[in-house]
T-cell receptor, first 116, second 116 residues
Framework: NAGVTQTPKFQVLKTGQSMTLQCAQDMNHEYMSWYRQDPGMGLRLIHYSVGAGITDQGEVPNGYNVSRSTTEDFPLRLLSAAPSQTSVYFC???????????????FGEGSWLTVV | AQTVTQSQPEMSVQEAETVTLSCTYDTSESDYYLFWYKQPPSRQMILVIRQEAYKQQNATENRFSVNFQKAAKSFSLKISDSQLGDAAMYFCAYRSANTNAGKSTFGDGTTLTVKP
């Protein structure tokens, strides 16, 4: 039961570097999302996808790119890291409406990113 | 766009007592899901309870129950017999039942302290 797997768990980047946070789910969920959580704050949506080949912006998309070539994978790319992107990043997935089980959102364990 | 508001940034409760966390939301939809998630210091997101809007009966999970008032767009979480392990940040979340929606909206969270 892997669920949602994020890698890496911890990363330190220098300003200007680029990197990709990986997210994979094995539950055949159509919906996947990336959130960031700054210290003491709530979750802010970066990008999301309703299925392979379809992505859309959330409330804080600047500085990030995503793609969804398969149902399983939804990587998040930081194009040129800035200290303001220091945060914990969560990947989440959920199925399309499937009553009676409903639309529970499943989260990865988070990726802690520090940009120096 | 949907919004979720948690008006209590911090709450505290004495061990073994009852506490209620508030959540209100704004939506024009009639079919949706509401969730409460718990986030302990490890930052893991743990589903506490889920409510489907078309169900009038309030959801319960052991010591956790909700008061779902659809007309008032209110979704509060009651924790009975509070335990030290309940100390965490709690997030209220909204998810449309529209199969094209694909994203969820979270409140800013309420930090719950449990006093021994």
């Amino acid at each position: 039961n892997a669920g949602v797997t994020q890698t890496p768990k911890f990363q330190v980047l220098k300003t200007g570097q680029s990197m990709t946070l990986q997210c994979a789910q094995d539950m055949n969920h159509e919906y996947m999302s990336w959130y960031r959580q700054d210290p003491g704050m709530g979750l802010r949506l970066i990008h999301y996808s309703v299925g392979a080949g379809i992505t859309d912006q959330g409330e804080v998309p600047n500085g990030y790119n995503v793609s969804r070539s398969t149902t399983e994978d939804f990587p998040l790319r930081l194009l040129s890291a800035a200290p303001s992107q220091t945060s914990v990043y969560f990947c989440a997935s959920s199925p399309r409406t499937a009553r009676p089980s409903g639309n529970t959102i499943y989260f990865g364990e988070g990726s802690w990113l520090t940009v120096v | 766009a949907q919004t979720v508001t948690q008006s209590q940034p911090e709450m505290s409760v004495q061990e073994a007592e009852t506490v209620t966390l508030s959540c209100t939301y704004d939506t024009s939809e009639s079919d949706y899901y509401l969730f409460w998630y718990k986030q302990p210091p490890s930052r893991q997101m743990i589903l506490v309870i889920r409510q489907e809007a078309y169900k009038q009966q309030n959801a319960t999970e052991n010591r956790f129950s909700v008061n779902f008032q659809k007309a008032a767009k209110s979704f509060s979480l009651k924790i009975s017999d509070s335990q030290l392990g309940d100390a965490a940040m709690y997030f209220c979340a909204y998810r449309s039942a529209n199969t094209n929606a694909g994203k969820s909206t979270f409140g800013d969270g309420t930090t719950l302290t449990v006093k021994p």
